[in-house]
């Protein structure tokens, strides 16, 4: 059997933008995806919600992913395969990153996957790096976080391509399959978590 770690934020944890519940593990994209490559596949998920590639925050403590990531890669070892979604929470005003920054930090994550010997034999596990989808139009609780967010958050998919490229890393622009729901505008909804769930399925799929 295959494992594959799902590595992200609230939209891999599964976070239901009609109510801030949590849709159900058929609904989120982790599951889907472990549906559609079939049962010689295992797939944990790994979603946090909150959780940045790097940045700490003293309000929202322990949601850096550069930090926690060793950790968990050691814990699932054996790893096929290490799929990185995140970046949504990093284009916050409040931590002021810049595109430059984000994209070091994407590079940080890879590499860390790439040192890590969670492979099966100790080699490195296969990586995919996905960009974020875009944000839509914010509720107004969502927005006290994220407005002023939403165009660095449209930028991202282009140094995410290169990172991914110039580091030999699968990628996906999760903008160019998915948006998100009404009314927050950031999370998908279960028809955007099945459409996201399909697009990586079809990258990941062939290397495996």
Not at 155 to 164: F, G, H, S, W
């Amino acid at each position: 059997m295959k494992s594959i770690l799902c590595f992200g934020d609230s939209i891999t944890w599964g976070y239901n933008p009609k109510d801030a519940t949590r849709l159900p593990p058929e609904h989120r994209w982790p599951r889907i995806l472990g549906e559609a490559l079939g049962p010689e596949f295992e797939i944990i998920e790994e979603g946090l919600n909150g959780r940045t590639l790097a940045v700490e925050d003293s309000l929202r403590p322990d949601r850096g992913g550069l930090a926690k990531l060793p950790f968990l890669l050691e814990s699932h070892a054996p790893l096929d395969a290490v799929i990185i979604m995140l970046g949504t929470n990093d284009c916050a005003p409040c931590y002021h990153l810049t595109i430059g920054e984000i994209a070091l930090a994407c590079a940080r994550l890879i590499m860390t996957v790439k040192q890590s010997l969670a492979g099966p034999g100790g080699a490195a596990p296969t990586i995919m790096l996905i960009s974020p989808p875009h944000m839509g139009e914010l509720e107004p609780t969502i927005g006290l976080f994220y407005d002023g967010g939403q165009k660095l958050c449209t930028e991202l998919a282009e140094p995410y391509r290169l990172v991914a490229e110039s580091l030999g890393t699968a990628y996906l622009d999760a903008a160019s399959v998915a948006v998100p729901d009404e009314p927050d505008g950031i999370h998908l909804g279960p028809e955007g978590q099945r459409k996201l769930a399909l697009a990586v399925k079809d990258v990941i799929a062939p290397l495996l």
